[in-house]
């Protein structure tokens, strides 16, 4: 079982020929309203990939909130956990151009609220897995994962968005998963360098955990206990962004959760990432187990393996 702590949101989108630049204003085809966040995200991607998951955090009392839950409530997504509070459910404003990038501003709101100690003992003592990402207080979900390593469990932190870590992050974590921009973002305080196999060999070799790093169209990489895996893109014709990176950190999860090896998880992760592209919004896009499954086998063979030097 899966536990992701994290955020819960309401998406605004509208679709445009091109993102605005600064002090534009544009004309959007469309609005569509849906589900966010990448708590809520990451934990449905996991549960269409065929993993029980277990979601905290928090939502406002507003009617946005209902919004925000009923694909996951439908899912089956475990919801005991995720608490009503005094301020709006969280919001994203999203412009999708016409070749599917995106430009998203986040409002925290309820996100702000949600707390570690929602996630009780009990509830960590039969997951495999804890699923962490820096939408809701960054120290919040430091405690968790503290916690569930003092518990046993594994700690997976998607690191988006890109905000600075405090000390001990690092030593609290199992497997890091960022894309491009956010390992060069995070490099400086790490010390380590912004070309992404670097970032990951040398996190990876310091800590002793798995290092992700995920590069849109050109695939993912990754290192652990000092081995790379290059892993190739799935070709798809690509009609939005929005959510791929929750897909991939989703399925990577449910993945790890039913025992694959890192190669078979990976695979499975960037099968995932890439069908999300096939379709419009965060939630409505993220594939079930069926189609991942009928791509991770050529992925998985297709995944370039190296033995790092010492």
């Known amino acids: 079982m899966l536990v992701v702590f994290g955020s819960i949101n309401v998406d605004l989108a509208a679709r445009v020929d091109a993102l605005p630049q600064r002090g534009e204003t544009i004309p959007g085809h469309d609005l569509e309203i849906g589900a966010g966040g990448k708590g809520a995200n990451q934990a449905l991607a996991a549960r269409r990939a065929g993993a029980e998951v277990a979601l905290c955090g928090a939502v406002g009392r507003d009617a946005f909130a209902e919004v925000a ?51 009780p003992d009990a509830l960590l003592s039969i997951a495999s897995l804890v699923v962490l990402q820096l939408e809701t207080p960054p120290q919040e979900s430091l405690a968790l994962a503290r916690r569930a390593r003092k518990l046993g469990k594994r700690v997976l932190l998607n690191a988006a968005p890109a905000l600075p870590l405090a000390d001990g992050w690092l030593d609290a974590l199992d497997i890091l998963v960022v894309n491009a921009i956010e390992a060069a973002t995070l490099a400086p305080a790490f010390a380590v360098p912004a070309e992404p196999t670097a970032f990951a060999a040398q996190l990876a070799r310091r800590h002793g955990m798995g290092v992700v790093v995920t590069l849109g169209a050109q695939g993912a990489l990754a290192v652990a206990d000092g081995t790379l895996f290059r892993v190739p893109a799935l070709a798809v014709d690509v009609v939005d962004t929005v959510g791929a990176g929750d897909a991939f950190t989703g399925a990577l999860a449910a993945a790890l959760d039913r025992g694959e090896a890192l190669r078979r998880a990976l695979a499975c992760a960037a099968a995932a990432g890439a069908l999300a592209c096939t379709g419009r919004g965060a939630q409505a896009s993220l594939p079930d187990a069926a189609a991942i499954l009928r791509h991770a086998g050529s992925l998985e063979s297709a995944i370039v393996v190296e033995r790092l030097a010492p």
Do not use: F, K, M
Request: hydrophobic share 55%; net charge negative; proline share 2%.
């Open 69 to 119: 839950l009923a694909s996951l409530r439908e899912a089956g997504v475990d919801l005991c956990h995720v608490e009503a509070v005094a301020a709006p459910t969280g919001t994203a404003l999203i412009h999708v151009d016409a070749s599917g990038d995106n430009a998203i501003t986040v409002i925290a709101g309820a996100n702000a609220h949600a707390a570690g100690a929602q996630v």
